[in-house]
T-cell receptor, first 115, second 110 residues
Framework: DAGVIQSPRHEVTEMGQEVTLRCKPI?????LFWYRQTMMRGLELLIY????????DSGMPEDRFSAKMPNASFSTLKIQPSEPRDSAVYFC?????????????FGNGTRLTVT | QQQVKQSPQSLIVQKGGISIINCAYE??????FPWYQQFPGKGPALLIA?????SEKKEGRFTISFNKSAKQFSLHIMDSQPGDSATYFC?????????FGTGTRLTVIP
């Protein structure tokens, strides 16, 4: 089991540029979550998918953020245009289902720095 | 609005001591309370979890104590080891969302 795989591990970009973060969930998991972690706000849920369908995107901060899950093994989180306040660590997590007792398995995150 | 309040923000414990991290919540609809452990450069990993119909759960040196009437739960790490040094997050699940506390950075001094 390779775990949740995120890429890139680090991303440094200039304000205004488009950023795309990628995630490969654990095979067989049908729920996928995108979180953002900052010192000020901790871990925040941005969006989650169940069976490739976005269920709750109320945590997406602005229209500059968008997420897709074209198939069960791949998801992207895109920020366009990026801003310095988007600097954070972005985590992808997956679980067998969105049910109560399904533990989340997190990737190692993408550290995004927007200058 | 912070759904789950966690304290302390940081904790320093001597090797062999007991580490205690506390969390409180308001939403009585929460029905699953996991704790996650995060090492630098890694994602959070599930450590131990409890349902509200149980007052205590123990796994090795880690124990969750749950007080449903007070809407509080805590993590106890017995015989703390330097390898336990990490950031710990409590969480509560409700409405298919997992609400995390703000984290406690634990340092265990040899």
């Amino acid at each position: 089991d390779a775990g949740v795989i995120q890429s890139p591990r680090h991303e440094v970009t200039e304000m205004g540029q488009e950023v795309t973060l990628r995630c490969k969930p654990i095979s067989g998991h049908n729920s996928l979550f995108w979180y953002r972690q900052t010192m000020m706000r901790g871990l925040e849920l941005l969006i989650y998918f169940n069976n490739n369908v976005p269920i709750d995107d109320s945590g997406m901060p602005e229209d500059r953020f968008s997420a897709k899950m074209p198939n069960a093994s791949f998801s992207t989180l895109k920020i366009q245009p990026s801003e310095p306040r988007d600097s954070a660590v972005y985590f992808c997590a997956s679980s067998f289902s969105a049910g109560v007792n399904s533990p989340l398995h997190f990737g190692n995150g993408t550290r995004l720095t927007v200058t | 609005q912070q759904q789950v309040k966690q304290s302390p923000q940081s904790l320093i414990v001597q090797k062999g001591g007991i580490s205690i991290i506390n969390c409180a919540y308001e939403n009585t609809a929460f029905d699953y309370f996991p704790w996650y452990q995060q090492f630098p450069g890694k994602g959070p990993a599930l450590l131990i979890a409890i349902r509200p119909d149980v007052s205590e759960k123990k796994e090795g040196r880690f124990t969750i104590s749950f007080n449903k009437s007070a809407k509080q739960f805590s993590l106890h790490i017995m015989d703390s080891q330097p390898g336990d040094s990490a950031t710990y997050f409590c969480a509560a699940r409700g409405a298919n969302n997992l609400f995390f506390g703000t984290g406690t950075r634990l340092t265990v001094i040899p």
